[in-house]
């Protein structure tokens, strides 16, 4: 009986946990500018259209700039929510 016990709570602390572990993200919320575009709830991957790489950071999360398109390579800067940056070598921004 005592055994039944202990793998009851266990079973019930996963559920709990699972239940407990937030879904998939979402859309940032605002406005990023890349270039000449502007995104509206931007959220995935966004090339330039224009160099050097402008990026205007109008949402709630931080965009990360990629010196490669399609949002390959390396992480040259992370533009905060609120800033804006120029980007001599930068070719993608994404946001989550």
Known sequence: MRRISKALGAVALAA????AVPGSAQ????QLRVGFK???NPSGC????IWPLV?????DQPAQVYDQPGCSGSVIAVVAPGETGTYEFGASVKID
């Open 16 to 19: 709990m946990v699972a239940v």
């Open 46 to 49: 966004y090339r330039s259209d």
């Open 55 to 59: 990026v205007e950071n109008r949402t």
């Open 38 to 40: 502007s995104y509206n």
């Open 27 to 30: 859309a940032a919320t605002g």
